[in-house]
């Protein structure tokens, strides 16, 4: 095979690459703002927001460090969902509950089906595990869009990469003898 045939065939293959990685960029980047837009819709359409700073339910040790950065805001991203549902519904409903399970509590109700107040706790822990569930599928979900965002970044410099060999490819192809075969060593002065 010839050289030049072989050059143009892998600078080929590069730039069908290049143009792979930047259509699987944009599509990441997309699906990074699909995702990004939809949990911050979701989250600011239910009005959630952290106590304010220096409220006494920031002063927990299990709560305050890990909200104490978002006191005041209103919950509208993965990472505050995950943070609220992990360090706040959560450590709320342990204490309610005394460290007990919403399936573990609602056995003991069903055991006492005259117990009221047994039943109003398996109610608040029913409603608190659920919220919490949902704050944390949102936290999943903006998850996937950054990691779309670093796939898409990654993309694109591949892509870059492979653009730059492809223009070198094509250069060196135009300089190679049409003669000269790919496993011919070259003269030697």
């Known amino acids: 095979m010839r050289r030049r045939t072989f050059d143009i065939i892998l600078t080929a293959v590069g730039a069908v690459l290049a143009a792979g990685l930047l259509i699987a960029g944009g599509l990441l980047t997309w699906g990074y703002n699909f995702a990004n837009d939809t949990v911050h819709d979701q989250l600011a ?6 106590p304010a700073k220096g ?14 950065k978002y006191a005041g805001q209103q919950l509208t991203t993965g990472a505050q969902a995950e943070a609220y549902a992990d360090h706040f ?11 007990k399970t919403y399936a573990q509590v609602s056995t003991e109700a ?7 107040k047994l039943a109003a706790t398996v109610q608040t822990l029913f409603r608190g595990e659920t ?9 999943a979900f903006w998850k996937f869009g950054q990691i779309a965002l670093f796939s898409a970044i990654a993309s694109f410099a591949g892509a870059l ?29």
């Open 45 to 50: 359409a239910q009005q959630i927001f952290f």
């Open 55 to 68: 409220s006494d339910a920031l002063k927990s040790g299990e709560i305050g460090p890990y909200l104490n």
């Open 89 to 99: 519904i959560a450590i709320h409903l342990k204490e309610m509950a005394g460290g």
């Open 110 to 116: 069903q055991a006492n089906p005259d117990d009221t």
């Open 131 to 139: 919220l919490r569930g949902m704050l944390l599928n949102a936290y």
């Open 161 to 189: 990469a492979l653009l730059v060999l492809t223009i070198f490819g094509y250069r060196h192809a135009r300089k190679v003898s049409p003669e000269t075969d790919v496993f011919e060593k070259p003269a030697t002065a």
